[in-house]
């Protein structure tokens, strides 16, 4: 079974621009989650979608945000882009929802914002 | 706030000596409790978790946690690394019907010969 995909793994873009990343999750998952992940912060929670609908939210703000398709595939997008929104985002499929089941990560979409 | 510490930013030990990785967290309630492990370039895998009963927890490459309510704590132990087990360690917690993991600042785990 592949993996978690994440497209592309490199982005450069500069402030103010707008950007879309893609998962794709296992086979069979029906929930995939988004995390952003930076050296001063760590991981944070953006959103996790189950079904085509965002059940849960991070404290980012408007500017993220994210939609999943009727085959699970998920896209996050981020507008006007700032220095601070330079990181690794992540993405993690489960085959349901609640913490109980396990999460698999993809290897993330590195962004840097100039 | 519902939060996670690992007060250890960066940890060195010798290959073969015995591993501990300390995790505290701050939550209402005994939240869900996992370790991540995170090699470079690559996303996050899981090595253990722990919801409730035995708390001492076997997860994968050999790796154990221990719960421990009075201290709120849930920390990971090797008795025997190896050099493959360089590599950043995140603790993470999570509440029953939330999705959402709070996860450490992490560790860092260097290995030397």
């Known amino acids: 079974k592949a993996g978690v995909t994440q497209t592309p793994r490199y982005l450069i873009k500069t402030r103010g621009q707008q950007v879309t990343l893609s998962c794709s999750p296992i086979s069979g998952h029906r929930s995939v989650s988004w995390y952003q992940q930076t050296p001063g912060q760590g991981l944070q929670f953006l959103f996790e979608?189950?079904?085509?609908?965002?059940?849960n939210k991070g404290n980012f703000p408007g500017r993220f945000s994210g939609r999943q398709f009727s085959n699970s595939r998920s896209e996050m997008n981020v507008s006007t882009l700032e220095l601070g929104d330079s990181a690794l985002y992540l993405c993690a499929s489960s085959p349901g929802q609640g913490l109980n089941e396990k999460l698999f990560f993809g290897s993330g979409t590195q962004l840097s914002v100039l | 706030a519902q939060s996670v510490t690992q007060p250890d930013i960066h940890i060195t030990v010798s290959e073969g000596a015995s591993l501990e990785l300390r995790c505290n967290y701050s939550?209402?309630?005994?939240?869900?409790l996992f370790w991540y492990v995170q090699s470079p370039g690559q996303g996050l895998q899981l090595l253990l978790k722990y919801f409730s009963g035995d708390t001492l927890v076997q997860g994968i490459k050999g790796f154990e946690a221990e719960f421990k309510r009075s201290q709120s704590s849930f920390n990971l132990r090797k008795p025997s690394v190896h050099w493959s087990d360089a590599a950043e360690y995140f603790c993470?917690?999570?509440?029953?019907?939330?999705?959402?993991?709070?996860f450490g600042t992490g560790t860092r785990l260097t290995i030397i010969p």
């Open positions: 939550y209402g309630a005994t939240p869900y």
């Open positions: 993470a917690a999570g509440d029953f019907g939330n999705e959402k993991l709070t």
């Open positions: 979608y189950f079904s085509e609908t965002q059940r």
